[in-house]
């Protein structure tokens, strides 16, 4: 409209000025050539007029963004690899930031999720202990900081009466905790006050999931009774889709919640041998994170003085609860955030010295342009569009790439990664995207747009060795630079993993099989019951053909479990308190454990069929225990206390078994472990272990899977109301703990693939560009007698020069940098110089024949052509 | 032979312009000649220099604008001064007055020295 109204303007000026020399005796022609001459470029004024108005920006920025399109169109191969490789650099960027994101940025889905903070206890030992129920009880009723306080302890269910029987996965949580993050049921209510304590009337809240699959959303759930490890229990309420209470994987979707203080476990009403019970609170409005851990700490103090036995040395922290569900992966995020954002970088470069040889070839357009009267800062903003242009089309083209790389990450990201069903696209997503395209856009733009600016008018020299491209060189050590690092890293990881698998883990993970089982309810109702059901199960098991052996065991090595409790050598002083004592990791288990494990008898003997309820108790230790509690003495015959249970005697020392993963550090805060026989638990605590999962691990003489169909048979004629969770080789458990190093290595090996392809294209253009350059040079030299080798030596010597010049740079980056991975780390320094000086040469190579090409088509040329050319 | 032409001095085009249409409303090509007779052809105000000066000034609201008909029947941008634009004028006015005051003592004064 404007662009119109100026035409028009400036068109009654020109037609008023021939009419005016016309009147003046002017032919027409003459008229209109005069005028035209007079009235200079039209086009010149208008843009002045646009600039005076200063809607130049938008109107001229359209017609550069017009311009760049078709310039993109004009020149497709170009346009498509400087797209392409955008779409590498910043569709990783925006993969990693979606997963950071929905991870670490957004916050947890809970009302005003900010003010939720988690509670554990602290001791000397332990940073971030779960707490006891009756400490839970009295921080509640202590503090002054928080609104209310939420316990919540895992809990798994044996659904029977209604169709197959199924194991849940569920929670028992006090009635305070649906307030606190703000929940509120789908249908019906959550816990009353009354229902949560001892003896309440049995009450239940379903997953909207559970509903759905079992009730098929039928409303008539309310009121109805549902079995629940024997006991009726009345559904009041079904929780909204989606929800979940914090602390937990998504894997495990968790189907039925209870009221907590209806619990009867005896540990429930123990301070110090307790179930463990995760604490949430709501912090009062205007309350900050720091002023609650003070009152906190008071309250800690009064506990510590009021229940020395078991409080004394204890604190209570208090940490955000997002805090708190993501440590364990912000490191190895960040990680990779910084990986991509070198990558990009890499892109970048490539992109610069694309257009960097293209600028040159637009010498002449641009100093065209410049002589028609376009400034510096429009020739400038010209070329920054341009590239925006192409970075924004690299962007769009990098979101897709991202898409498809998210639904993969999310898929492979479920075991390793908390809150991964977060992770997606979202309006920050995109805006990271976008803002990362233009900020490339920028990046890259800016080195062809300056050079184009300063060609101005400026001849191109004739001279024989034309000016070497400092800044060209310049970009191809910084790739080289910024491409060391990522490489090193993944050499780092693969190290790391090599050094892993051939850790001995203390046991035979082959042909092994892990079957999680849980008792009927009827089976689990009182000792001898439980005990005939172990020993009925352990036997018809082993009757199977292709068992070699059988055992049933609870806290399984590297399945996450850590069952632990102090360990007293009877006869040594009594500690001031029981957090003075090393803690030891139970395994409580029945006689064929050693041979299904392979675990060897180092002296004395294991647990055998006479170790039952009616003889002494007995206990096996491992190796680090003995040499921890008897490092001089003999252990075998000396009697030791577990937990709050009576002493029991040695009778054997075991190897010992890397409990948590591959990784176990013979250090770590548990590292004794005792095996004792399950039988021989006292009725009270035998309930309690045989209410949860049992393993029961088995040995085959051949293909373990293949026996799963007649295992899942046996179990089921043993008892039909046994439910089978999981049927797993024990390999796969093993694999399982490295799943999260292996994620890091994949991504972080992916991105230093990219980065090494994108450093050796770009050695190549840099390298082919220069010989190109030096065409004339070439001639000379072999007019004079220099022969092809030679010239391939000089090429390939520059190339050499630079890439060492970025490996040099990339070393000592990469000392500084790789520490930051030094926790995933396993077996291998983070400043390895094995895995730095492999790499380094690595890249060399890859450099040098990246530039050997090029060097080789110098050498072939014909020094007569050569010097002909120009 | 045409009189000598002069170039303006920086800033003061968009004073003379101001002041052409504080007589009234009036076309581009028309403040070119009407500068140009008042100035007994010392001074030619050039396109290139006119229109971009008349689009900053109605972009800054000292002008405003209006497409009427001239009296050969063609429509022309007919450019008049707004309130703020007269009050720029007569501001701008007083300091030309000033200065070319100070400049013709100065210039008077030298002289008489060199004399």
């Given at each position: 409209?404007?662009?119109?109204?100026l035409?028009r303007e400036l068109r009654f000026h020109f037609d008023q000025l021939v009419a005016d020399y016309v009147r003046r005796g002017m032919?027409?022609?003459e008229a209109r050539r005069k005028a035209r001459q007079e009235f200079g470029g039209m086009e010149q004024v208008k843009e002045d007029c646009r600039d005076a108005r200063?809607?130049?920006?938008?109107?001229?920025?359209?017609?550069?963004?017009?311009?760049?399109?078709?310039?993109?169109?004009?020149?497709?191969?170009?346009?498509?690899?400087?797209?392409?490789?955008?779409?590498?650099?910043?569709?990783?960027?925006?993969?990693?930031?979606?997963?950071?994101?929905?991870?670490?940025?957004?916050?947890?889905?809970?009302?005003?999720?900010?003010?939720?903070?988690?509670?554990?206890?602290?001791?000397?030992?332990?940073?971030?202990?779960?707490?006891?129920?009756?400490?839970?009880?009295?921080?509640?009723?202590?503090?002054?900081?928080?609104?209310?306080?939420?316990?919540?302890?895992?809990?798994?269910?044996?659904?029977?009466?209604?169709?197959?029987?199924?194991?849940?996965?569920?929670?028992?949580?006090?009635?305070?905790?649906?307030?606190?993050?703000?929940?509120?049921?789908?249908?019906?209510?959550?816990?009353?006050?009354?229902?949560?304590?001892?003896?309440?009337?049995?009450?239940?809240?379903?997953?909207?999931?559970?509903?759905?699959?079992?009730?098929?959303?039928?409303?008539?759930?309310?009121?109805?009774?549902?079995?629940?490890?024997?006991?009726?229990?009345?559904?009041?309420?079904?929780?909204?889709?989606?929800?979940?209470?914090?602390?937990?994987?998504?894997?495990?979707?968790?189907?039925?919640?209870?009221?907590?203080?209806?619990?009867?476990?005896?540990?429930?009403?123990?301070?110090?041998?307790?179930?463990?019970?995760?604490?949430?609170?709501?912090?009062?409005?205007?309350?900050?994170?720091?002023?609650?851990?003070?009152?906190?700490?008071?309250?800690?103090?009064?506990?510590?003085?009021?229940?020395?036995?078991?409080?004394?040395?204890?604190?209570?922290?208090?940490?955000?609860?997002?805090?708190?569900?993501?440590?364990?992966?912000?490191?190895?995020?960040?990680?990779?955030?910084?990986?991509?954002?070198?990558?990009?970088?890499?892109?970048?470069?490539?992109?610069?010295?694309?257009?960097?040889?293209?600028?040159?070839?637009?010498?002449?357009?641009?100093?065209?342009?410049?002589?028609?009267g376009?400034?510096?800062?429009?020739?400038?903003?010209?070329?920054?569009?341009?590239?925006?242009?192409?970075?924004?089309?690299?962007?769009?083209?990098?979101?897709?790439?991202?898409?498809?790389?998210?639904?993969?990450?999310?898929?492979?990201?479920?075991?390793?990664?908390?809150?991964?069903?977060?992770?997606?696209?979202?309006?920050?997503?995109?805006?990271?995207?976008?803002?990362?395209?233009?900020?490339?856009?920028?990046?890259?733009?800016?080195?062809?747009?300056?050079?184009?600016?300063?060609?101005?008018?400026?001849?191109?020299?004739?001279?024989?060795?034309?000016?070497?491209?400092?800044?060209?060189?310049?970009?191809?050590?910084?790739?080289?630079?910024?491409?060391?690092?990522?490489?090193?890293?993944?050499?780092?990881?693969?190290?790391?993993?090599?050094?892993?698998?051939?850790?001995?883990?203390?046991?035979?993970?082959?042909?092994?099989?892990?079957?999680?089982?849980?008792?009927?309810?009827?089976?689990?109702?009182?000792?001898?019951?439980?005990?005939?059901?172990?020993?009925?199960?352990?036997?018809?098991?082993?009757?199977?053909?292709?068992?070699?052996?059988?055992?049933?065991?609870?806290?399984?090595?590297?399945?996450?479990?850590?069952?632990?409790?102090?360990?007293?050598?009877?006869?040594?002083?009594?500690?001031?308190?029981?957090?003075?004592?090393?803690?030891?990791?139970?395994?409580?288990?029945?006689?064929?454990?050693?041979?299904?494990?392979?675990?060897?008898?180092?002296?004395?003997?294991?647990?055998?069929?006479?170790?039952?309820?009616?003889?002494?108790?007995?206990?096996?230790?491992?190796?680090?225990?003995?040499?921890?509690?008897?490092?001089?003495?003999?252990?075998?015959?000396?009697?030791?206390?577990?937990?709050?249970?009576?002493?029991?005697?040695?009778?054997?020392?075991?190897?010992?078994?890397?409990?948590?993963?591959?990784?176990?550090?013979?250090?770590?805060?548990?590292?004794?472990?005792?095996?004792?026989?399950?039988?021989?638990?006292?009725?009270?605590?035998?309930?309690?272990?045989?209410?949860?999962?049992?393993?029961?691990?088995?040995?085959?003489?051949?293909?373990?899977?293949?026996?799963?169909?007649?295992?899942?048979?046996?179990?089921?004629?043993?008892?039909?109301?046994?439910?089978?969770?999981?049927?797993?080789?024990?390999?796969?458990?093993?694999?399982?703990?490295?799943?999260?190093?292996?994620?890091?290595?994949?991504?972080?090996?992916?991105?230093?693939?990219?980065?090494?392809?994108?450093?050796?294209?770009?050695?190549?253009?840099?390298?082919?560009?220069?010989?190109?350059?030096?065409?004339?040079?070439?001639?000379?030299?072999?007019?004079?007698?220099?022969?092809?080798?030679?010239?391939?030596?000089?090429?390939?010597?520059?190339?050499?020069?630079?890439?060492?010049?970025?490996?040099?740079?990339?070393?000592?980056?990469?000392?500084?940098?790789?520490?930051?991975?030094?926790?995933?780390?396993?077996?291998?320094?983070?400043?390895?110089?094995?895995?730095?000086?492999?790499?380094?040469?690595?890249?060399?190579?890859?450099?040098?024949?990246?530039?050997?090409?090029?060097?080789?088509?110098?050498?072939?040329?014909?020094?007569?052509?050569?010097?002909?050319?120009? | 032979m045409p009189p000598p032409k002069s170039d303006l001095p920086q800033g003061t085009l968009d004073l003379l312009i101001l002041k052409v249409i504080a007589l009234g409303p009036i076309h581009g090509y028309a403040i070119a000649q009407r500068i140009q007779q008042i100035s007994r052809e010392v001074l030619q105000v050039q396109q290139g220099s006119l229109y971009p000066a008349l689009h900053r000034l109605e972009n800054k609201g000292f002008l405003a604008a209006d497409?009427k008909?001239t009296e050969t029947?063609r429509?022309a941008k007919y450019y008049r001064l707004t309130?703020k634009g007269r009050s720029h004028l007569n501001a701008e006015t007083a300091n030309w007055k000033r200065l070319a005051t100070a400049i013709g003592l100065i210039v008077n004064f030298a002289e008489?020295?060199?004399?």
């Amino acid at each position: 409209m404007n662009e119109k109204q100026l035409d028009r303007e400036l068109r009654f000026h020109f037609d008023q000025l021939v009419a005016d020399y016309v009147r003046r005796g002017m032919s027409e022609a003459e008229a209109r050539r005069k005028a035209r001459q007079e009235f200079g470029g039209m086009e010149q004024v208008k843009e002045d007029c646009r600039d005076a108005r200063r809607t130049l920006w938008l109107d001229s920025t359209l017609e550069d963004v017009r311009f760049s399109l078709r310039s993109m169109r004009k020149n497709a191969g170009l346009t498509t690899v400087v797209v392409g490789t955008l779409a590498l650099g910043i569709g990783a960027n925006t993969a990693i930031f979606s997963v950071v994101n929905g991870v670490l940025l957004r916050g947890l889905p809970y009302v005003q999720a900010n003010r939720v903070v988690a509670l554990f206890e602290t001791m000397p030992q332990l940073p971030q202990a779960s707490a006891a129920y009756l400490n839970y009880l009295d921080w509640r009723r202590l503090n002054d900081t928080c609104e209310d306080l939420a316990a919540l302890r895992w809990n798994d269910f044996n659904l029977t009466g209604t169709g197959d029987p199924e194991r849940l996965h569920g929670r028992m949580v006090s009635a305070s905790t649906f307030s606190i993050l703000g929940v509120a049921p789908l249908i019906g209510r959550t816990f009353t006050a009354d229902e949560d304590r001892a003896g309440g009337k049995p009450v239940a809240l379903i997953s909207e999931s559970l509903w759905r699959r079992r009730f098929a959303a039928d409303t008539g759930i309310l009121g109805r009774s549902l079995t629940l490890n024997g006991t009726p229990y009345t559904v009041v309420g079904v929780l909204p889709a989606g929800f979940q209470f914090p602390f937990q994987f998504s894997s495990s979707a968790e189907d039925v919640t209870t009221p907590l203080a209806q619990s009867t476990d005896p540990p429930m009403q123990d301070r110090l041998f307790h179930p463990g019970i995760r604490v949430v609170g709501r912090l009062k409005g205007g309350v900050s994170v720091e002023t609650a851990r003070a009152d906190f700490a008071r309250v800690a103090q009064a506990l510590a003085l009021e229940y020395p036995k078991a409080n004394q040395g204890h604190g209570i922290s208090v940490t955000p609860l997002k805090d708190v569900l993501v440590s364990g992966v912000s490191g190895g995020l960040y990680l990779l955030m910084g990986a991509v954002i070198f990558v990009v970088l890499i892109a970048c470069a490539n992109v610069a010295n694309l257009l960097l040889a293209r600028a040159t070839a637009r010498e002449p357009e641009m100093a065209m342009r410049s002589a028609l009267g376009a400034g510096r800062s429009r020739i400038i903003r010209q070329m920054l569009t341009e590239s925006i242009v192409l970075a924004l089309a690299g962007g769009l083209a990098g979101l897709l790439l991202a898409s498809a790389a998210t639904a993969f990450l999310v898929k492979s990201a479920a075991r390793v990664l908390p809150r991964s069903e977060h992770i997606g696209m979202d309006g920050r997503v995109l805006l990271f995207t976008l803002g990362t395209a233009v900020l490339t856009g920028l990046l890259f733009g800016l080195a062809p747009a300056l050079q184009f600016s300063r060609a101005e008018i400026r001849r191109s020299g004739r001279g024989v060795v034309t000016g070497r491209h400092g800044f060209r060189d310049l970009l191809v050590v910084g790739q080289v630079a910024l491409a060391l690092p990522l490489l090193v890293g993944g050499a780092l990881l693969i190290r790391t993993i090599w050094n892993l698998h051939d850790v001995d883990a203390g046991f035979d993970p082959r042909n092994m099989l892990v079957a999680e089982i849980s008792f009927s309810p009827s089976a689990v109702s009182t000792g001898p019951s439980i005990r005939r059901a172990f020993t009925d199960l352990i036997r018809r098991i082993e009757n199977l053909p292709g068992i070699d052996s059988v055992a049933a065991v609870s806290n399984l090595p590297m399945t996450g479990d850590d069952s632990a409790a102090p360990v007293w050598v009877e006869g040594r002083p009594a500690p001031k308190s029981e957090f003075d004592l090393p803690i030891g990791l139970l395994y409580p288990t029945t006689p064929d454990y050693l041979r299904v494990t392979k675990i060897p008898l180092l002296r004395g003997r294991f647990i055998n069929q006479h170790d039952n309820e009616k003889s002494s108790p007995v206990m096996v230790i491992d190796e680090t225990t003995a040499r921890t509690l008897f490092p001089n003495e003999d252990p075998i015959g000396r009697r030791i206390v577990v937990g709050t249970g009576g002493p029991s005697q040695i009778i054997g020392v075991v190897g010992h078994v890397k409990h948590s993963g591959l990784d176990d550090d013979v250090t770590a805060r548990f590292h004794l472990q005792l095996y004792y026989p399950v039988l021989q638990l006292p009725d009270a605590y035998l309930r309690f272990v045989a209410s949860g999962a049992q393993r029961f691990v088995l040995r085959s003489t051949s293909n373990p899977l293949a026996l799963r169909n007649a295992l899942r048979a046996e179990i089921h004629n043993a008892d039909p109301d046994d439910v089978i969770s999981t049927i797993q080789p024990m390999d796969e458990i093993v694999a399982g703990t490295l799943a999260s190093r292996r994620f890091l290595l994949k991504l972080l090996g992916t991105f230093a693939g990219i980065a090494l392809l994108l450093a050796s294209v770009g050695i190549y253009g840099v390298i082919s560009y220069s010989v190109s350059q030096r065409t004339r040079e070439i001639g000379i030299r072999m007019a004079l007698g220099a022969r092809p080798g030679d010239i391939l030596r000089s090429v390939v010597g520059q190339g050499a020069v630079l890439s060492m010049a970025g490996i040099a740079l990339g070393v000592m980056a990469s000392f500084f940098l790789t520490r930051f991975m030094s926790s995933v780390l396993f077996g291998v320094g983070s400043t390895d110089p094995l895995t730095f000086g492999s790499v380094a040469i690595g890249l060399s190579l890859v450099a040098v024949s990246a530039s050997f090409l090029p060097a080789l088509r110098g050498s072939k040329a014909d020094p007569l052509a050569a010097l002909r050319c120009e | 032979m045409p009189p000598p032409k002069s170039d303006l001095p920086q800033g003061t085009l968009d004073l003379l312009i101001l002041k052409v249409i504080a007589l009234g409303p009036i076309h581009g090509y028309a403040i070119a000649q009407r500068i140009q007779q008042i100035s007994r052809e010392v001074l030619q105000v050039q396109q290139g220099s006119l229109y971009p000066a008349l689009h900053r000034l109605e972009n800054k609201g000292f002008l405003a604008a209006d497409w009427k008909e001239t009296e050969t029947g063609r429509e022309a941008k007919y450019y008049r001064l707004t309130g703020k634009g007269r009050s720029h004028l007569n501001a701008e006015t007083a300091n030309w007055k000033r200065l070319a005051t100070a400049i013709g003592l100065i210039v008077n004064f030298a002289e008489g020295e060199a004399r």
